[in-house]
């Protein structure tokens, strides 16, 4: 049984921050926008990140996932300390994460498969495996009949889709979401999460989403609050909703 496997079946957490501090700039221009950020995430859990803009949510999230440097504390994401990492660690890593962006991020003169199977190129499998693994997830996605659609060709709903599907296709442990409905209406962003949600719990994989979307909090095992760089509310969703 590989890392992953054991951490999604296991007690240890897949993400694990402590006393982190972050900064952007250099000498006099230096500023401080994460503060001594203390956090753990257990495998197959849903979990929301909301706050104001600004407030270090984004940041967060491009931590966890290797696309910043952590400068200050310590950070670790499937068992590895990521603030001391090679690259090549670092790329490992990514591998077993999923990412899902607000503005689909999808190759306009891509299909929507082709699309999907971008996310298999660097898991050794053959044109042919990715073809027939890029299609299957978008059968899952409701997407089956427009593999061959281009993005112009969709919806905004069905770009998200397609998004998703490029995220789960390879498995991951961790899904990354930034603000994944916030350019979707209320039923399409409603359909796009719950959609999140089924594959993620079928699969086994936690999802940490950054969102000001007030319309899917139920959706949460856990909802953390940050503002001004500082995590103030870390608590299930049961007990914010008790406390309401």
Known sequence: MDKSSSLKSSQVPVVSVRHLNHFFGQKNLRKQVLFNINLEIRSGKIVLMTGPSGSGKTTLLTLICGLRAAQNGSLQVLGQEISSAKQSQLNQLRRQIGYIFQAHNL?????????????????????????????????????????????????????????????????????LADEPTAALDSKSGREVVTLMQKLAKEQGCTILMVTHDNRILDVADRIIHMEDGYLLSNQSSQLQAQSA
């Not at 978008?138 to 998703?164: H, T, W």
């Open 107 to 175: 190759h306009q003169s891509l299909t929507a498969q082709q699309n999907v199977e971008m996310a298999l190129q660097l898991h050794y499998l053959t044109a042919r495996s990715r073809r027939i693994r890029a299609a299957e997830m978008l059968e899952m996605v409701g997407l089956g009949q427009r593999l061959n659609y281009f993005p112009s060709d969709l919806s905004g709903g069905q770009k998200q889709r397609v998004a998703i599907a490029r995220a789960l296709v390879s498995h991951p442990t961790i899904v």
